[in-house]
C-alpha cells in the first residue's frame, strides 16, 4: 500500500470487506505493508509519482453500499495529500477493534519490521496483510527493491502458526481465472501453516482485479468469515458488481 492510492475504489471495497469481519466479532490488525513509491515511477517531466491504482476514484451510484465509508474515502482522494495517515484518522474502522501497523518497509530492515508488525498486532484474531501487489514471485528476490511491494512466505506463515487468521490482498495477475485460481492454490497451500486450512476468495473487480484470501485459523473463524462474505455478497456490494466469492478450496 502506498499513500497516493489512498481513498480508491480498491479502499473502498478493501474497507467494507474489513467492516463485513468487524461485524462478526473478530478483533481487526492491518498491516499496510506500506511502501514508498520506486524512483521508477516519478514522472520524468514533473518529478511527480505516478497515481495509476489510485486513478480509479469511487463513482457515485457505488455509494449506496456504504455511503458514509464512501463520501469520507471520496474526501480523501480528492485532498492535495493522500495518505494512509489520513485512513487511520478518518476512523472507518472500529477503532475499539482495529489495531494498525503504518510502518514504512525497507529492503535493508525488512527483518525487524516484521518483527515489529508481529509484536504490534499480537492481540489481533484477524491480520489483513495489504501489499502493493501481494504474495511474493520467484522474479522478485528479497533483495530486490521492488520486494517491499510483497509477502514473503515465511511472514504469512509466522501469523498463521500461532493462532492468528489471515486476510491477503493479491493483485490479479493478467490470466484468466481458471489459470490463476489453480495456479495460486498450489503456490498458497506450499507454505507452511496454510495447509489444512479453511481459504475463502472474495473478488473485487472495479478499477483493477483485486483478490483477497481469507486463510481461517480454525473452525469458528472459518464461520464468521463465511457469514461476512455470504453478506457483502448478498447486499448492495454484490448486486453493484464490487464483489464476488470465488470457488477456491484450500
Known amino acids: 500500500m502506498q499513500d497516493r492510492y489512498a481513498g480508491d475504489i480498491g479502499d473502498f471495497g478493501k474497507f467494507g470487506l474489513l467492516k463485513a469481519l468487524l461485524s462478526e466479532g473478530f ?22 509519482f505516478l497515481h495509476e491504482d489510485g486513478k480509479h476514484k469511487i463513482n457515485p451510484k457505488y455509494f449506496v453500499c456504504d455511503e458514509p465509508l464512501a ?30 501497523y503504518h510502518e514504512a518497509i525497507s529492503v535493508a530492515g525488512r527483518y525487524q519490521w516484521h518483527n515489529n508488525a508481529l509484536e504490534t498486532l499480537a492481540p489481533c484474531e484477524i491480520v489483513f ?6 504474495l511474493s514471485v520467484k522474479s522478485v ?14 511472514e504469512l506463515s509466522d501469523y498463521l502458526k500461532r493462532g492468528q487468521s489471515v486476510v491477503l490482498y493479491n493483485h490479479r495477475p493478467r ?4 489459470t490463476f485460481f489453480p495456479e495460486f492454490k498450489e503456490r498458497l497451500l506450499g507454505i507452511e501453516g496454510v495447509q489444512n486450512k479453511p481459504v475463502s476468495v472474495l473478488t473485487c473487480p472495479k478499477g483493477t482485479v483485486r483478490d ?5 485459523a480454525n473452525a469458528e473463524h472459518a464461520i464468521q ?6 453478506k457483502m455478497v448478498s447486499g448492495p456490494w454484490g448486486k453493484m458488481g464490487l464483489c464476488r466469492i470465488e470457488k477456491f478450496e484450500g
Open 212 to 216: 483477497y484470501f481469507l486463510i481461517a
Open 175 to 178: 490470466k484468466k481465472p481458471e
Open 141 to 154: 528476490g528479497k533483495r530486490s527493491a521492488k520486494s517491499v511491494k510483497y509477502v514473503w512466505d515465511e
Open 71 to 100: 463520501g469520507a474515502l471520496r474526501e480523501i482522494s480528492e485532498s492535495d495529500v493522500r495518505s494512509i495517515a489520513q485512513l487511520e484518522q478518518a476512523a472507518l474502522l472500529n477503532p475499539g477493534k482495529t489495531v494498525y
Open 129 to 134: 496483510l495489504d501489499p502493493d501487489n501481494g
Open 27 to 48: 478483533s481487526l490488525g492491518v498491516n499496510w505493508y506500506k511502501a514508498e513509491p520506486p524512483e521508477s515511477e516519478r514522472d520524468k517531466d514533473t518529478g511527480t
Open 225 to 230: 468469515i463465511s457469514s461476512a462474505l455470504g
